[in-house]
């Protein structure tokens, strides 16, 4: 096995280092030092774009993906979605995109070229705050999850105040994903405090099914689930 190189540097505007690096193949974004995410358990990451696209009930729904990654999330959301789809990618680096449109574009077959895609490089929150009611889903994959945040400012996005920013972004019948490395119970209180209605999926990312879990939460406003694919 050959020696991880880097490939690429990044720094946010809190002083964290983002790197991108390859070994035979794979690919890792790092955050601080901290694994983010690879292209050795995807899994779990197009799991969120195909169950909130089942879930929805609109026939062209407008979607925000918070967290770009290496773009497994986008690209299961526009193989589940139909040609009157609009999606709005938020990613808080302006390098990350880079990265997706040159190093990693082959990972996913170039998502970022389709005409249903535009891309916002900037905090989801800020884009959150001008979009009232204006989304049918709202997929977020900016951190390791509620109980692993690596940039601060995320956590704001898993408390009460949070969800209710985000409840006031979905429009009727709205859905909401949330991607995690674990469960979070602390987030499950959140969201029964938040009065959503909500599921969790646990989704094995070994390559033999018996590996470790991650964890995506499906959560709505709406007490009755419109939609069969809830």
Known sequence: MGHWVELAHAVTRNGDAMTLRERD??????FNGWELMSNRSSLSEAMLGRLVCKALVRHAPSILIGGLGMGYTLRAALDSLGPDARILVSELLPAVVEWNRGTLASLTSRPLDDHRVAVRSGSVVDV????RHGFDAILLDVDNGPDAVLYEPNRFLY??????????????????????????PGFEHVLDAAGMTWRRVDVAVGRDGNGPEHTIYLARTDPDPPCAGW
């Open 25 to 30: 193949g794979e690919f890792e974004i790092r």
């Open 128 to 131: 959150l705050a001008v979009h």
């Open 159 to 184: 408390s009460a105040v949070g969800l209710e920013l985000i409840a006031s972004a979905l429009a009727t019948h709205g859905v909401l994903g949330v991607w995690s490395a674990d469960r979070s």
